[in-house]
């Protein structure tokens, strides 16, 4: 192609088009893909040749368009950020790099890199949607060609991952165009005989019903004309897709498709939107339960439109669509027909003078900048994009969009995660109604809130946004965190040997050592075990240890027979001893040795289940223990099924730390609504003392069973 030729092809689209800089990027494009050729044959700068064309046809600024010539240079060619920089500046490069990260993101992958690579995603289109924006038109381009792609096995994948992610996308930014022919060009690949079936059957259709769509037209345009309402009647076409997906829904065969044509009304104005559709209810009957009025309460994607159904002329069910003209670009371009071009296209910055409702991105950043996990944040992408809505109101009369199936609960949260935290009942239409109660269209509820409630755990598999869902595991993960920082803070002092606060100066060396960032850090790391009371010792500044502490740390570290109350038959000097973790043996029970190579002799109790089951008798070293020293201490290992309430973990580290156990470690290996059971690992004298630890536990009655635990 020319450049004269280039310049025309694109003044069709736009007049306005800075057009010295898209002859410019299409100069770079080409001699950066001079040598390279589509799976087509054809000349490689025909892609992004093709895919600044849509970007044109959808009027989008300047910087977009070249974007989308160049969109592939940095992935596919030498050049580099700093040579688009130089010719196109920061703002075009930035654009190109960002589509380029976006392409790198596998988000159909079967592993649970899927999960890391939505966030990935999430991110960037949150940054600029003018890279999600490229990224689509990239993704239509490809799709329309991929009938060239030789591996099925790609075509498919590409295919999946387009009717999955990109068409659901394109549909939540109200582009309705493209999410439709992204669907029909993946269904085509992934159920090819189910799309000529369909096809077939419109076609067949369209020739049965051809005069009659024609009078259906006139007899509507007639009727509006009598009224001087002055308006344009359009037929549409329903996509195969969409037809097969309310096939699935309601379950009827091909030869019970009948309705596959609709009229879109398009008139100046709003009051002409409900004139027309007086006139046309006045004149024919409507079908029970089509009537949608989306002008006054508009989809969560600025759609606006009135959807009725009639019994038209000829007996015939007609559907009809009544918006503006204005709303028609809206509903066919979405967020590409109206975004106001700001100094930045974040859409992090919260800004209310958005023309297009992007609250459910928005609510995807704030999950994201919570700190939820990958496969969190793929849950509520996945909860975002893929339902319908309902739309009720808060008692002042503001709207709220929620996706359907959502309850009270859901309500609360998305109008703060605090009244959410605090919510204890609502009103329902003024009526009393039990917070799990299903909303309704056109329902108003009142949230009511105390200051002393906190969510149910519950509440995480009653509520249906992914807002919702992600607050209430923010907050009992700040409980649970708060319960390990307190119980670390309380293993700190019993291991440093002290009875009050702790001295600053320590804690900054702690925090430094340990490679944390605050003190709260610290106790966390420690209460959850990932920093053991040994470790403290060694990091401790050497002056500042009592004799106490240095004692006992000496007692343990050696793992010698001398430092050992153990007599072992036959035992060879200089041969290491240790305690089996399995069992972890303590004084006063019966034990058995046995010598591993390289390892030394490992002690266990009598009735270990390894023991047994892994070694012959006459392998069994005859081992016994002599006389313990005060304060010596060994480990010992309990497992605690407790109420799954809010301080368990405290009461029972205290009960633990007043009966003389020292806890060095601590996992929560099940958890349940009710229940949840934790190891711990606790210095003690003897089996005695464990005995006696088990008891006291068992008397508090926040505690289910407690028993010894040995592992297999």
């Given at each position: ?6 310049i025309e ?13 898209i002859?410019?990027a ?8 001079r040598?390279q050729?589509?799976h ?9 040749l093709?895919v600044?064309?849509?970007l044109?046809?959808?009027?989008l ?9 160049l969109h592939d240079?940095l ?15 920061n ?6 790099e960002g589509?380029?990260?976006?392409s ?19 991110l960037?289109?949150?940054k ?7 990224k689509l038109?990239?993704?239509?381009h ?5 009938q060239?792609i ?5 075509r498919?994948?590409?295919?999946s991952?387009?009717l999955e ?5 394109a549909?939540r930014l109200?582009m ?6 992204l669907?029909?060009l993946?269904?085509q690949?992934?159920?090819p005989s189910?799309y000529?079936?369909?096809l077939?059957?419109i076609?067949y259709l369209k020739?049965?019903?051809?005069n009659l769509t024609d ?10 004309k009598?009224k001087e309402?002055?308006c344009?009647?359009?037929g549409?076409e329903?996509k195969?897709?969409s037809i097969w ?9 091909f030869?019970q498709?009948?309705d596959i044509f609709?009229?879109r009304?398009?008139v100046?104005?709003i009051?002409?939107?409900?004139r027309v559709?007086?006139?046309i209810h ?6 029970p339960g ?10 969560i994607?600025?759609y ?5 159904t009639i019994?038209g ?9 009544i918006?503006?003209e ?5 509903a066919?371009?979405?967020?590409a ?7 930045s296209?974040s859409l992090?910055?919260h800004?209310s ?5 992007v ?11 919570s700190?939820a996990t990958?496969?969190e944040l793929?849950?509520a992408?996945k909860l975002?994009?893929?339902q319908?809505?309902?739309?009720c109101f808060t008692?002042?009369g503001?709207?709220i969009h929620?996706?359907?199936g959502?309850?009270s ?6 109008l703060?995660?605090e009244?959410g935290?605090?919510?204890v009942?609502?009103k329902i239409?003024g ?10 269209n056109?329902?108003?509820?009142e949230i009511?809130?105390s ?7 519950t509440?995480?598999?009653i ?8 607050s ?8 649970e965190k708060?319960?390990f920082i307190?119980?670390?803070k309380e293993i700190?002092?019993k291991?440093l040997?002290i009875d009050?606060?702790i ?7 702690l925090?430094?050592h340990?490679?944390?960032?605050s003190?709260?850090d610290l ?6 075990g990932?920093i053991k ?6 990091a401790r500044?050497k002056?500042?240890l009592?004799?106490f502490?240095?004692y006992?740390?000496r007692?343990?570290?050696p ?20 305690f ?12 058995i040795?046995?010598?591993e ?5 490992i ?12 070694y ?9 223990w002599?006389d ?12 605690v099924s407790v109420?799954n ?5 405290g009461?029972?580290?205290t ?10 470690n601590l ?5 349940s609504?009710?229940f949840?059971?934790?190891i711990f690992?606790?210095?003690?004298n003897?089996?005695?003392h464990?005995n006696f630890?088990?008891d ?9 069973d407690?028993?010894?635990?040995f592992?297999?």
């Amino acid at each position: 192609m020319s450049n004269s030729e280039l310049i025309e092809s694109f003044k069709s689209f736009d007049p306005n088009i800075d057009f010295s800089l898209i002859e410019k990027a299409y100069d770079f494009a080409q001699k950066a893909h001079r040598t390279q050729l589509r799976h087509s044959g054809d000349p490689y700068i025909s892609h992004p040749l093709e895919v600044a064309k849509i970007l044109a046809e959808l009027k989008l600024d300047t910087s977009t368009i070249t974007t989308g010539l160049l969109h592939d240079t940095l992935e596919d060619t030498e050049a580099s950020k700093e040579d688009i920089i130089a010719d196109f500046g920061n703002e075009v490069a930035s654009l190109v790099e960002g589509v380029t990260k976006l392409s790198k993101i596998d988000t159909y992958s079967e592993n649970k890199s899927q999960a890391e690579n939505f966030r990935k995603l999430i991110l960037a289109m949150s940054k600029d949607i003018r890279v999600l924006l490229v990224k689509l038109a990239d993704r239509l381009h490809n799709m329309r060609t991929i009938q060239f792609i030789p591996s099925e096995s790609s075509r498919k994948r590409i295919a999946s991952e387009t009717l999955e992610i990109y068409a659901p996308l394109a549909g939540r930014l109200g582009m309705h165009e493209f999410k439709d022919e992204l669907e029909d060009l993946s269904f085509q690949i992934l159920n090819p005989s189910a799309y000529a079936s369909i096809l077939n059957r419109i076609e067949y259709l369209k020739k049965d019903k051809s005069n009659l769509t024609d009078k259906i037209k006139s007899r509507i345009l007639e009727i509006l004309k009598e009224k001087e309402i002055s308006c344009k009647i359009v037929g549409r076409e329903k996509k195969v897709f969409s037809i097969w997906n309310k096939m699935q829904k309601k379950q009827i065969a091909f030869r019970q498709l009948s309705d596959i044509f609709a009229y879109r009304i398009l008139v100046n104005d709003i009051n002409d939107c409900y004139r027309v559709l007086g006139v046309i209810h006045g004149r024919w009957s409507a079908v029970p339960g089509s009537f949608k009025d989306y002008l006054s309460t508009p989809k969560i994607n600025n759609y606006q439109s009135i959807h009725t159904t009639i019994v038209g002329p000829e007996r015939q069910r007609v559907e009809l669509q009544i918006r503006t003209e204005n709303m028609d670009i809206v509903a066919e371009r979405g967020i590409a027909a109206h975004w106001s071009y700001k100094d930045s296209y974040s859409l992090i910055d919260h800004s209310s003078s958005d023309p297009i409702n992007v609250t459910w991105l928005r609510d995807l950043v704030d999950i994201l900048d919570s700190g939820a996990t990958s496969e969190e944040l793929l849950e509520a992408t996945k909860l975002e994009i893929f339902q319908d809505e309902v739309f009720c109101f808060t008692p002042k009369g503001d709207l709220i969009h929620l996706p359907y199936g959502s309850n009270s609960i859901d309500f609360a949260y998305a109008l703060h995660s605090e009244i959410g935290n605090k919510c204890v009942g609502c009103k329902i239409n003024g009526k009393s109604q039990a917070l799990f109660t299903k909303i309704q269209n056109g329902d108003e509820i009142e949230i009511i809130t105390s200051k002393s409630e906190s969510p149910s755990e519950t509440w995480e598999n009653i509520v249906t946004t992914a807002k919702a869902q992600s607050s209430i595991k923010r907050y009992f993960k700040k409980q649970e965190k708060n319960e390990f920082i307190n119980l670390g803070k309380e293993i700190l002092l019993k291991t440093l040997n002290i009875d009050k606060e702790i001295a600053q100066h320590t804690l900054l060396s702690l925090v430094s050592h340990f490679k944390k960032k605050s003190n709260e850090d610290l106790f966390n790391s420690i209460g959850r075990g990932y920093i053991k009371p040994r470790e403290i010792i060694r990091a401790r500044p050497k002056n500042k240890l009592s004799f106490f502490s240095r004692y006992r740390y000496r007692n343990r570290k050696p793992r010698k027979i001398i430092d050992l109350p153990l007599e072992i038959k036959n035992l060879q000097t200089g041969i290491a001893v240790h305690f089996a973790e399995c069992c972890l043996p303590l004084p006063n029970e019966d034990i058995i040795g046995i010598q591993e190579k390289d390892t030394g002799i490992i002690i266990h109790t009598r009735d270990c289940r390894t023991l047994t089951r892994d070694y012959n008798r006459d392998e069994w070293i005859t081992t016994t223990w002599k006389d313990t020293k005060v304060d010596q201490l060994f480990s010992g290992r309990i497992k605690v099924s407790v109420k799954n309430e809010a301080g368990s973990l405290g009461k029972l580290a205290t009960i633990i730390g007043n009966n003389s156990g020292n806890i060095t470690n601590l996992n929560i290996s099940e958890k349940s609504n009710d229940f949840f059971d934790m190891i711990f690992v606790i210095e003690l004298n003897d089996l005695s003392h464990l005995n006696f630890i088990i008891d006291k536990l068992k008397e508090n009655e926040i505690v289910s069973d407690v028993k010894r635990l040995f592992i297999d």
